[in-house]
């Protein structure tokens, strides 16, 4: 069927879900594939969490799931029942959210560009980073340190704190040594608390909730993991899923608590902004 004028964003974190957002203001056609049992702490910002609450409405754009059944409601190949399920979803203004389905049904209907917002666990320097690896053919946007212009995509945007945060790269070269963090500029007044142990996680607290230093956030099976500092609860792992040892399960913010864990942080932002200015000069 060739390609066609949408963009596929790979993962639902937070970065991915406010370029999501960007692009679907900006009248693009957008789709999140969320690979099953994706992690998330600031959730309520986050439309991968679809696979696990029936929906996710940000900034007043829903979210949603394809039906349980949209394999069987209409007639043709993959790629022509996932054409007629996310134009259905396009028309009713909402960003469809593709959990764990081949990217393989993309073949025959390929997407006019692929953001890769999932970073790597390990090698986060980005060096030695495979070119992305996907079923089809077409042009790519990344983010740096973890995706370099020239080597694993089309394009890269610059995601450390620094002034270029939101630059968009095209050559390896155009890309800056990364200076030390400013502390006086770009102070983070967030601490992320992890699990010691494995198990599973049951939430004592939601996000917006104040929290006192050495007050539980919730248990791994029966030990409570408890918080490191007095603060607002910004970020939390669902209840329910099985935590590895070492894993992050809670972001508190250290400030006076206020409703600014409800919007997306600048560094998102600027990311958004950069993938959008990227995508007008490579579609």
């Known amino acids: 069927m060739g390609q066609q004028d949408f963009v596929l964003i790979l993962g639902g974190s937070e970065v991915a879900s406010a370029t999501a957002l960007r692009l679907f203001q900006a009248g693009i056609p957008v789709a999140v594939w969320v690979p099953e049992g994706e992690a998330y702490l600031r959730h309520n910002l986050c439309f991968g969490a679809v696979q696990f609450v029936e929906k996710r409405t940000i900034e007043g754009v829903e979210g949603t799931q394809l039906p349980e059944d949209w394999l069987d409601r209409t007639a043709g190949s993959f790629g022509e029942k996932l054409k007629e399920n996310l134009t259905h979803l396009w028309l009713d203004k909402k960003i469809p959210v593709l959990v764990n389905i081949p990217?393989?049904?993309?073949?025959?209907?390929?997407?006019?560009?692929?953001?890769?917002?999932?970073?790597?666990?390990?090698?986060?320097?980005?060096?030695?980073?495979?070119?992305?690896?996907?079923?089809?053919?077409?042009?790519?946007?990344?983010?740096?340190?973890?995706?370099?212009?020239?080597?694993?995509?089309?394009?890269?945007?610059?995601?450390?704190?620094?002034?270029?945060?939101?630059?968009?790269?095209?050559?390896?070269?155009?890309?800056?040594?990364?200076?030390?963090?400013?502390?006086?500029?770009?102070?983070?007044?967030?601490?992320?608390?992890?699990?010691?142990?494995?198990?599973?996680?049951?939430?004592?607290?939601?996000?917006?909730?104040?929290?006192?230093?050495?007050?539980?956030?919730?248990?791994?099976?029966?030990?409570?993991?408890?918080?490191?500092?007095?603060?607002?609860?910004?970020?939390?792992?669902?209840?329910?899923?099985?935590?590895a040892a070492g894993q992050s399960i809670a972001l508190i913010f250290k400030g006076r608590p206020n409703e600014d864990y409800q919007y997306f942080s600048f560094q998102d932002r600027a990311i958004a902004n950069g993938v959008l200015r990227a995508l007008e000069r490579i579609r």
């Open 103 to 243: 990217l393989e049904y993309f073949e025959e209907w390929v997407p006019q560009a692929v953001v890769e917002t999932r970073i790597p666990e390990q090698d986060q320097s980005g060096a030695g980073r495979e070119p992305l690896q996907l079923p089809f053919e077409c042009r790519t946007v990344g983010l740096v340190p973890y995706h370099l212009p020239e080597r694993h995509v089309t394009a890269a945007v610059e995601t450390r704190l620094n002034y270029h945060l939101g630059r968009v790269y095209f050559e390896v070269g155009e890309i800056p040594r990364a200076p030390r963090l400013d502390a006086h500029f770009f102070h983070l007044p967030f601490e992320t608390i992890h699990t010691p142990i494995e198990g599973m996680w049951m939430a004592l607290k939601e996000i917006g909730d104040s929290v006192a230093f050495n007050e539980p956030l919730g248990k791994v099976d029966d030990i409570e993991i408890r918080s490191a500092e007095d603060g607002q609860v910004w970020g939390i792992a669902l209840s329910g899923r099985f935590v």
